[in-house]
């Protein structure tokens, strides 16, 4: 059984987290930002499309298809984003294993890093707000 019940309850988690990002730690998003990129995560098993927005200040997240053209498109289910959240999958390790596709410029995953590194520490956070762990 996927971690997500629904598409609604993945859409929660990464608002929250996005908006907690911002509002802890705004430099976690400065790589994303120079970079200029936005990034479509396009999640299965719950269908879901979420679209983080580097082009500007405050990086933002966006639920619904065909508002933003991404730089890149990452393909992974509810399960795999998941667990790189808690950090017990790495990147790397997600796409070697196939869990994790990505459609554009590879390189630019690494604008991620600086993200990731604080997703996955208000990650466990929001799970226990939103009584999931």
Do not use: W
Request: hydrophobic content about 45%; some cysteine; glycine content about 6%.
């Amino acid at each position: 059984m996927p971690f997500f019940a629904n598409t609604k309850q993945l859409y929660v988690c990464t608002e929250q987290l996005v908006y907690r990002i911002q509002e802890e730690d705004p430099r976690a998003n400065d790589a994303m930002v120079t970079a200029k990129i936005a990034i479509r995560l396009n999640v299965s098993e719950p269908e879901g499309e979420i679209v983080i927005n580097g082009r500007s200040r405050p990086v933002t997240a966006h639920f619904q298809p065909g508002h933003i053209q991404p730089d890149l498109e990452v393909f992974l289910a509810g399960d795999t984003l998941h667990q790189i959240l808690l950090g017990q999958l790495g990147l790397q390790q997600a796409m070697a294993r196939k869990l994790l596709k990505v459609k554009g410029p590879v390189f630019k995953v690494m604008a991620l890093a600086p993200l990731l590194q604080k997703s996955q520490q208000i990650y466990p956070q929001i799970l226990r707000e939103q009584e999931l762990a």
